[in-house]
């Protein structure tokens, strides 16, 4: 933490910066410049937010720098190899081979989700998506099938050789939800909904954390931090888009996200390009360009008959795109050494 | 809701769509323009997200317009009168008199409670705000006191003839929370938490909903109409900051949001000028204005040692900034023919 | 500035920033703290993001932390005393009495002018103004009058007793401008525009610099000192509006824009509720909410037939409406120890 | 364009509104809902805005929607196949083969030019950039050599068969760039700058318009419709980030743009993945997100000796980074079907 001092501070102020710094048991380093003096505080602190508040108010004190990171856990400061997130026997995030989720927005039937199930599985999918929780921004709107969709999404995916991931809203659910899934979803507007992401942290089971409608990357490498603190080390990040001010998309699919991530953080990064651009014509040139910047997957809504669904259907792809999206991402996935996962076999 | 269609749409294209609206028991009007048709649907809809969505996705179409709201209870169509939110006898939100809402960020002592809620109260507050569970974006900060928070909340509200205002964050605290307080706040963070919203909404106790750090206010009345839906009608709105580019404030505090608000909506709308702009010096010149702008009252963070605080130092007032703020308040409340509370006698 | 130093870099590294420091004949101090080094950079340079660039590419470092401000004429750290700035004989902006700039967005006729001119003086407004040169999102829509209009704007003005302000769009139209108004507004649009802020810095003439319409604090004053360093010491910042994603309002008004630039510079600053809104009912709310937090001055858009308009229309207020703002607008005024100017006697 | 009538406005109101049509010689379509009354307004306006605002400010309307568009010429209805702007024989933008524009952001020296002109040729780039006219957010920055630089540029691109892209900022200067320049570039912050658009309209040298910083889609279309508009039909869009919240970046690199583009206008569409990210290690990945989305090109500065460079070092490509980019692109480019130019030959 480095505390710059106004101009012309007197130093009476210097020295209630530095016995402060000296009462927390800390080190520090004056140095006087031209205009400014400077005070870099060395040594450890638990609180740095609580640490950091407190210096920028003392008197003649301009700002207050931090230097080191909030998130520890999830650093590649503190782990440089890149984590490989395993959900099931062969199905991991974060390797050369691609995770590929997709699979209707809600699971509204089980012939519907059979029928996706059975077409994702066919054109490489490995991971079965698809909501049983559906949050809504207005109560009117449909909100889910509950448990009974949790049922129909493990049959479907278990026919078809698919993992199931799907998401949980609430912190009471969690342990239903464990039964059923086997990746638990934090959806983005849950990001920093910091009860659910402790009951997810202390669930031991993977967890797909989406980003916040406007969350920086800190404050989501911070939201990852509470699941790994509470115990839960199989975190993978999904970028989803952010608010923008353009209405040409539902939301900003954020691909820089991607290599920025990479540089952050060891954990495994995929992209939603369904929600993230809210648009079925630009699902296929933004999954193009996710896996071309490095994400390690993509979490893509396809529906039998978009136009029937109950929610997001402007931005499914049909059975037969999602083929044809898969046949065109191959080569482009090659172009940066990854692979897209092998067809599961039918377990029928 | 109206249908545009594409230049050059093909007439069996227009047919699909009138067979559409036909087979939901809609009305269809054509009307031909020279480059487009247009098709307005007459009728109503319960879920009309899910009626736009699909529409959308007919071919040949190229938008969808909504013309009615999607909120109903909260908005001003359906009901013209203000509606004023009455939180005990005597203090209320939407009358003439202000609301004053003002305390700690966190509760962190009986002694630190007690001095904030004296100073409050003898400047004129009728409430008394702090945090007994707090979302912290760090694991590592300080979460709360939890219910011994919250025991001292009430105690040190009585002792000073204020109303409590305090934040619950997890579904399952709702009940607890509403033991010890009059009001139950809903953060930014949990706007679109619907499992929370629909739990506030069953506990009949004057809500506090924050707008999201990036909520739309068409998105912020949809998360109050949730309140609304669920049996709650005594929902209190609260700006305080977006998310905005510009590192100056911590957020952009949307005054513009207060006028908005009362052209859209019969429920009152407070300010919060502490986080809204995350600046003490800034705190009352925001005050002044959201107050000139029309809000029915405010929400200010006051420690009695905020370089102590352990949450929000750097925005908290403190007791006697406060009672300036309050000072300078009245000239402008009055100018906009508003008065703030008469200072409630300690109970003691 | 300040560098910091990667964790576990290399003593090499940290020699080649010394190095680098010594050969600009510039002083480091080198503190190491437990997981980074920081190196504190003292003495002045002329082109600081030249310099802070050439640091952050040093192999090793981390970050550089920028601690003096870019710009120096217009903050306050150079000259404390508030700047007023005068643009006729009684009318200035900074002092206790606030300017009020009233006009249509567009100069269309004479007789259009002078109805405008003459209801916004006779209702206590002291600049008249209005565009002659109009920058138009559409090259299809009404581009001004040109010269004409600025004949029309001087006679209305003259007749009564106001000084006029108005955009000028192209350098090589400065010394036309000049010839007739009082004062230069640069736009939106053109905050960045380098050629032109060295133009009117030439010209010696007051001018009103617009907010960028996504431009930080920063860069806007950085724009005020291009005006600055070119020699005109003129300068009067206004907050109009900035982008942001909601669709209920034009631009969002950014009124803590105010304080924030009262705390850095000593320039005056005034508020465009009009275009800042884009809606006519919110430009009585936003403009007492300006005043509030301490603007010195209003430029607000009135039309005799604002339905009629060429230009801005729906953000215009009728001359009545005009005239209630200001009696509006006088104790609010009053409350914050400011008062409205006097109204011009008119000279006819 | 469709009027929404307000709930509950009365029939003088709807008369007045159907007046109004009238009068405009254009004819109106009523349909009345259950809640509302909606006309459509049949007719071909030139100044639609204009248009718009005036019915937006009849009493009883609640809101006017635009259902054609406002850009024309450069729209995809107009003219269905995509256009290929041709800079110089064997180099153009919106073919099968990608323009690849590389070079340093200031053109500094000889030898720094020249170093990086053979440097990138030799790569395969076939267009140089490089600044001779810099807009520095600072007035004490390095601004560009100016006509001097244009020497250099042209020199250096005819030694290693290049052709040249550099930006114009003053409409003044025009008739010199165009003398010594191949494509005229229009910079972000002048994308409405009408005086600038105009005077490159008139030109005839295809010109590359920047996005505006924050510019929407459409407003970037309609100030490509301001150079159409004045006869020049030879325009490039670049995307180049827009700003955001996050201070990872520079600015975001919206990469939706490229398809949102292609579905819009004719216009052939590059990606700017230095200026977008403003962080050296991320233009790899972004150049291959780019082109993986559709992207007819890239703008990538490259600088000899980045540590050194007067201007965006840090965002830079070393000569040897640049040609470590085209040998990764050359996989992704043929994966969608594109491909890389053939390195010139040197002419010398």
Known sequence: MIIVMRPHS???ELDAVTALIASLKLAAHVSKGQERTVVGVV???DDKDTLLAQFSQLDGVESVVPISRSYKLVSKEGRQARSVVQVREGISFGGRTLAICAGPCSVESREQLETAAAGVARAGANLLRG???KPRTSPYAFQGLGEEGLKLLRDAADRNGLAVVTEVLDPRDVELVVRYADMLQIGARN???FTLLREVGQA??????KRGIAATIEEWLMAAEYVFAAGN????LCERGIRSYDTQTRNLLDISA?????????LPVIVDPSHGTGVRALVLPMSLAGVAAGADGLLVEVHPNPAAARSDGPQSLTVSNFADLMSRLAPVAAAVERSLPTPALAVR
Do not use: E, I, K, Y
């Open 10 to 12: 007197s130093d009476a």
């Open 204 to 209: 031991r089971h993977p967890a797909l954390l």
């Open 43 to 45: 040594g450890a602190a």
């Open 191 to 193: 990001m920093q909904n």
């Open 131 to 133: 909501g049983a929780f």
């Open 258 to 266: 991607v290599p920025v991530l990479r540089a952050l953080t060891h």
């Open 233 to 236: 080390h199989q975190v993978v």
